[in-house]
């Protein structure tokens, strides 16, 4: 199934839109994790959401993270995205189990509960842009909407909507964002907002055959010009030599300790894909060679210590035997 993003504006330039299918992005990203129908639903939210503000960046190399963190069982969300329409995405829990609401649908902010949505902009200064919001509703869309009128001061309209199978594979996933411009007028934005009061389900809509384009123009009207399109796909850029970099990073004392314990391997995983790398004790003695000379780290028991690696993914490490590693 394709997954892209579309972007414009209306004829008269009083709004510009993005919209998203993300129903392949989605659904890659829930068999890596194997979430939970209500994990599914509130991930793929925040990745179609974060998509579209990676396609609203300038550059290439201009990248976005977003961060929830809540007290609920999810704990937190983390989905890093760029100007080219890679995407990468985890939950801090992926198996959580609450009740439906009661109108049937999954409570997603029962399950993310009281929380910050905290969004990095990395576009080439010398530290990156950072917002933060108390989300409103936990709902993600509502949040995504209020990040926008409170960091950004531009009024937006956010729907992201991820339909969940029987068997928890992705039946459908998408999302749009609506800005209004500064020449919209009074008349073109009660035109919207009346649209906006009959609008129902995303999904529904998608259910129904119709395209992110089609719904579009349902709110906007034929004025609707499609300017780009630009094909989303998840992407984790984790490697081996990255996690050898971080590996290394430790420190000879630290790398001999785990050359001297009773692990045969040690196995680190990636937290955006879940992908396993495996170093056995050969391989740590290499890394302690390059070492050698280098200056030791020291930490108490419990304390962590955290690696950027090219101001991408972090690596932690927690002194006190944990068997897995993370990025």
């Known amino acids: 199934m394709e997954n ?8 008269n330039k009083s709004f510009r839109f993005f919209g998203a299918n993300t129903t392949g992005v989605v659904g890659e990203a829930v068999k890596n994790h194997g979430t939970s129908p209500v994990v599914s639903a509130a991930l793929g939210r925040t990745m179609t959401g974060t998509l ?3 396609n609203m ?28 329409g890679n995407v990468k995405g985890y939950p801090h829990v992926p198996v959580v189990d609450i009740p ?41 869309a ?30 459908q996933s998408g999302g749009f964002i609506i800005q209004v411009l500064p020449d919209a007028t009074d008349e073109d934005i009660t035109k919207l907002e009346e649209k906006l009061k009959t609008f129902t389900s995303l999904t529904t809509y998608m259910e129904e ?12 009207g034929d004025d609707a010009e499609m300017m780009d399109r ?12 990255n996690m050898e970099r971080a590996l290394i990073s430790l420190g000879r004392k630290e790398l001999q300790e785990i050359v001297n314990d009773d692990q045969e391997d040690l196995e680190l995983v990636c937290h955006f894909c879940n992908h396993k790398y495996e170093f056995d004790k050969q391989s740590i003695v290499e890394l302690l060679e390059e070492v050698a000379d280098e200056p030791e780290v020291v930490l108490d028991e419990g304390q962590e210590i955290v690696f950027d690696l090219d101001g991408d993914s972090e690596i932690v490490f927690e002194l006190g035997g944990p068997e897995e590693t993370q990025e």
């Open 4 to 11: 892209y993003i579309v972007r414009g504006t209306d004829k």
């Open 230 to 241: 630009t094909e989303v796909r998840f992407h984790c850029d984790c490697s081996r030599e």
């Open 100 to 140: 439906k609401k009661e109108n049937g649908k999954l409570d997603v902010s029962g399950a993310i509960g009281n929380a910050l949505m905290i969004v990095k902009k990395d576009i080439g200064l010398k530290e990156p842009y950072t917002g933060q919001i108390a989300m409103l509703s936990g709902e993600i």
């Open 52 to 54: 579209m503000m990676g």
């Open 57 to 84: 960046l300038k550059n290439d190399n201009d990248r976005v993270c977003v961060m929830i963190k809540g007290d609920g069982p999810i704990q937190g969300i983390t989905v890093e995205a760029d100007a080219k």
């Open 209 to 220: 055959g119709k395209s992110i384009e089609d719904v579009i123009m349902m709110l906007l």
């Open 142 to 171: 509502e949040d995504f909407s209020y990040y926008f009128a409170t960091s950004e001061q531009t009024n937006t309209v956010v729907a992201l909507g991820v339909l969940v199978d029987r068997d928890y594979s992705i039946k």
